[in-house]
């Protein structure tokens, strides 16, 4: 059931990077202003993130699930009717508080349905709704966008969410806190928002995977918003084509990427002492794997060479997801795990926002080819700081932190 909704909350977000090109032509924008739309969702989002995952330690996630599920999908649906860029703007950062309050509410849940040994691999599924939902939310606003205007896509995704949080208020059960880890004892989930927070930023193996996430979600944005457009502007697909091939491909690598990751990282842990260092080895193959994919990405004159770079990079990318949260469960306390997938989160998405920003400025002086091959830097930074907190992890004998 959770698949379902990951899947819906990625086809929303796709559906409007692939119609750039039309609302380009029908507001009259550059690309700066297209770079502040899918920015104002993310600065949203990323606003809202850490009062929302403090919401998930202490309220019914079922609830938050189910309400963020129907927020977001009606807000999306209703955006469709904007007849300007500013009634456009203010619809897209809505759906972004809509949709803040679902991971942190989702992970918590799936983390009390699976004890430390298969957390990668269940992350992992769920995570796969991402890929599939970006592929999906691409093509259709694409194929929708071609014949009918970018309207389409809103609206049919935006209908699709509000029945599926019907269907989700019948069957969503909830789990108790903790089931999963019986030896970790009690779970408080008392306590203030900035204490809550002040606690988690005096984790350092916590700050660190943060940080590597800022990084990484920086690149993923920029390709995930760009590369349709790049694709059309470039090498002169159509727009249907650009929206399927910009997903379809480096989503489908990653749904590989993040099937062996889990895999990978469940088994390390069980080989080895400490968790946290375990899943961090795995998740800097992963960066390390995607480096010379992303520098080739931006430089290829031929389309069938740029569609395996996009497709090398996804599948890097789908490793180090694999155990995006997991990882950060294993050295943050049970109580704690919604504020701090909120926090993680949220500063994600700023550097998500400020990638979308930073690009729509840059390319109007450098292409997009040469933007996105910069990206390589930042994988290869990240990939060697997440392997540092791998071995201070290891260090440390970080493995389940108690509750307490």
Known sequence: ?????????????????????????????????????????MVMYAATGPFAGWICDRVSRRSLIVG?????????????????????????????????????????????YH????????????????????????????VLGQHTGWRGGFRFFGVLGIALGVVLYALLREPGRGDSDPDAGPVRTDGALWPAFRELAANRIARLLVSVFIGANFVAMVFTVWIPTYLFTRFHMSLSLAGLYGSAYMQVASILGVTVGG???????????????????????GLSLAVPFLFFSGWTERIPFVLAAIAGFGLGKGVYESSLWASLYDVVPIARRGASVGLMNSLGWLGAGAAQLLVGIMSQRFSLGVCLSATGVIYLAIAITLLYGARMAQRSGNSQISAT
């Open 263 to 285: 895999i990978a990282a469940d088994a390390s842990v069980h080989r080895h002492a400490g968790a946290g260092a375990a899943r961090m080895r795995v998740q800097a193959l």
């Open 1 to 41: 059931m959770l698949w379902l909704v990951c899947f819906l909350n990625y086809a929303d977000r796709q559906v409007i990077f692939v119609v750039f090109p039309l609302l380009r032509s029908e507001f009259s924008l550059n690309n700066f202003y297209l770079g502040l739309l899918s920015a104002s969702f």
């Open 68 to 112: 963020a599920l129907v927020l977001w999908s009606g807000t999306t649906a209703l955006s469709s009717f904007a007849q300007s860029y500013w009634e456009l703007l203010p619809g897209l950062a809505m759906a972004g508080l809509g949709e803040a309050f679902y991971f942190p509410a989702a992970m918590s849940l799936i983390s009390d």
């Open 115 to 142: 004890p430390a040994g298969s957390r990668s691999r269940a992350m992992a599924l769920h995570q796969s709704g991402i890929y599939v939902g970006s592929i999906a939310g691409g093509w259709l606003a694409g």
